[in-house]
């Protein structure tokens, strides 16, 4: 694929915002993934080319991050929390049904990738949301305290075309956009993340300190990076 005008400025932005710009990597790989719909070959080369990286170096990275997918991604990824705590309240269940129901395994996609109503499926490590267990995403948004039924129902309205609401947090998009947002662009940063993330469960633990009177170590003043060791 060739990166139009727009991309090589949006990749400019990104890397302007690091003193090193292997930094920008990361941001840049999620860019690649709005524009691509994955990371391909492409985009290894167009992170490398911008960064003054090997392919190899680009490679290794997009390899080990599983939030950088090789292969063509659904106009949405549903992420199904299968970790210890998940799984024991019923996310491999949940798990096994949305599979069944849509007939792919883990990173299978069903319908064409990209296309509206297209859902890629995986089962995920922990998806931070340990505290409203059994959880589901859909491109990183939360959908709390899943059953059988309620999962199945947002796989329904995904294929039908609807964005069922998340539990808290942004709006739902499509796995593109939110691609894009992680990368640091956003078209309305006010309308896509001025809502609140956090819930009562999640700040328990906040409140119990404050009543205890528990505080943290207080934060250096300043804090100086130590030089990156000389490239051979
Ligand atoms: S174990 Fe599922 S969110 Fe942590």
Known sequence: MI???ATHEQAAEIVGR????RSALLPLLHLVQAVEGC???DGISFCATTLGLTGA??????????????TPCGEHLVSVCTNALCAALGGDDIFARLSAKLGIGHEGTAGTPGQ?????????ECLAACDHAPVVTVNYEFYDQ???DSAEEIVDELQAGRRPE????????????TSREIAGIYGDLAGTVDTPTASPETLRGNVIAEDLRQTAPAMPESYEMPPLPEKK
Do not use: H
């Not at 690091?18 to 710009?21: G, N, R």
């Not at 998340?166 to 956009?177: E, I, M, V, Y």
């Open 166 to 177: 998340p539990t808290r947090g942004a709006l739902l998009t499509d796995f593109r956009t």
């Open 116 to 124: 509206p109503g297209s859902i890629t499926l995986e089962s995920a």
């Open 18 to 21: 690091y003193p090193q710009q």
């Open 39 to 41: 990371v391909t070959a």
């Open 3 to 5: 990166f139009d005008a």
């Open 146 to 148: 899943q059953t059988l």
């Open 57 to 70: 170096e680009v490679e290794a990275v997009a390899t080990f991050y599983t939030m950088y997918k090789r």
